[in-house]
């Protein structure tokens, strides 16, 4: 994109510039969020239990075409995401994010209907929209996961929802979930997890760090949902997860997706 600045004489008026037409409107980019996020008119969504202790919904055809929204994520800006001084990103690597405001889709009925028949949950939007997830490798990895985290600590009170978007040989690993090997749980009520920083701050999913090395000494992966072009999946929100990367793919092209959360209407935390 580039920009042209010209110098304003005193003397010289200024002039509205001319309707947006069509044309310019191609030029920019404008698109329907409504329409990227398409559906299909039937989903089908199946439950597996990872490591037999975490329930997962899994789909592979609720968005209509995973592409459309692939294209506007590659082709357009990424903003940062957690930056921090001193930490990796945008050093050994690019974690961006994007929040596409909505407060009502197709899509997120979809989702609603599966949680509400497997989970016997009612829920609601959490959150003010959907976001994106943009990462880019740049330097080595230090581990084959994130640093493990947990998107809510209160059992059953809100799900994360995750739309892969990368398409065919692009895909690769997935989303792993953790047991923490100190307690041998998988989800840690709040203070469990406030004491579990105190003594080690450094895996914090704070921006300061994507991956990090002692990752494995404090959590044992339990078992991954593979990453498949525009595959959906729905897991109570507690549970401790984070993006699998086997393999240095992510160098030559980014990792994409789209994540939003449902929240019990009964909850009050």
């Keep these: 994109m580039r920009f042209l600045l010209v110098p304003r004489h005193p003397d010289t008026q200024f002039v509205m510039p001319e309707p947006i037409t069509v044309s310019t409107g191609a030029r920019f980019k404008p698109f329907l969020l409504g329409e990227a996020l398409a559906i299909h008119e ?17 789909s592979d055809n609720v968005l209509l075409d995973h592409r459309p929204m692939r294209t506007v994520l590659r082709d357009s800006y990424a903003p940062n995401w957690k ?7 945008f050093v050994d690597y690019y974690d961006c994010r994007t929040l596409y405001p ?27 929209g959907i976001s994106s997830n ?14 493990p985290h947990s998107d809510h600590d209160a059992p059953g009170h809100a799900f994360t929802v995750i739309h892969f978007l990368n398409d065919g040989a692009e895909c690769g690993g997935g989303t792993a979930f953790f ?20 003594d080690h701050p ?32 729905i897991f109570p929100a507690e549970f401790f997860h984070a993006a699998y990367h086997p393999d240095d793919r992510f160098r030559d092209y980014p990792r994409v997706n789209l994540v939003h959360w449902e929240r019990s209407i009964a909850a009050t935390d």
């Design 42 to 58: 039937q989903s089908n969504f199946h439950p597996e239990m990872i490591g037999d202790t975490v329930p997962v919904l899994i």
């Design 83 to 89: 930056l921090v001084e001193g930490g990796g990103n």
């Design 102 to 128: 909505a407060v009502d889709l197709p899509l997120f009925h979809v989702v609603r209907h599966a949680i509400r028949h497997f989970f016997k949950v009612d829920t609601a939007l959490h959150g003010p």
């Design 134 to 147: 943009w990462f880019l490798q740049i330097n080595d990895r230090r581990s084959d996961f994130a640093i």
């Design 179 to 198: 047991r923490h090997k100190a307690s041998g749980r998988v989800e840690l009520r709040s203070h469990q997890r406030d004491a579990f920083y105190r």
């Design 202 to 233: 450094e895996l914090r999913e704070d921006g300061r760090n994507y991956w990090h090395h002692e990752v494995a000494h404090a959590w044992e992966p339990i078992g991954t949902v593979e990453m498949k072009p525009g595959r959906t999946v």
